[in-house]
């Protein structure tokens, strides 16, 4: 069975620094790429950041750009994702996922709340 476990979130204050995680497991993921996105009660779901099957590009969007850092270890199948410089508007529900062609798994969330 496929997981892709969260962990990492919490309360920072504003400025302050989070590390989330995603560990995948049930299949090798080598090949795919993973990344974050982001989703508040009754908004639209937010691209974050990738990186591909290697490790050697990644992509982020330009609210986070500067202040987030993604990668990734293959070796244990995880994503991580640094986010420094934490402002309010990122408090919200993190979601990790892991793609390949027509296949994208996704997981439960985590969530990141930044107080002012």
């Known amino acids: 069975q496929v997981q892709l476990v969260e962990s990492g979130g919490g309360l920072v204050q504003a400025g302050g620094s989070l590390r989330l995680s995603c560990a995948a497991s049930?299949?090798?993921?080598?090949?795919?790429?993973m990344g974050w996105y982001r989703q508040a009660p009754g908004k639209e779901r937010e691209f974050v950041a990738r990186i591909n099957w290697s490790g050697g590009s990644t992509l982020y969007a330009e609210s986070v750009k500067g202040r987030f850092t993604i990668s990734r270890d293959i070796a244990t199948n995880t994503v991580y994702l640094q986010m420094n410089s934490l402002k309010p508007e990122d408090t919200t529900i993190y979601y990790c996922y892991a793609t390949w062609g027509r296949q994208d798994y996704w997981g439960q969330g985590t969530q990141v709340t930044v107080s002012s």
């Open positions: 049930g299949r090798t993921f080598s090949s795919y790429d």
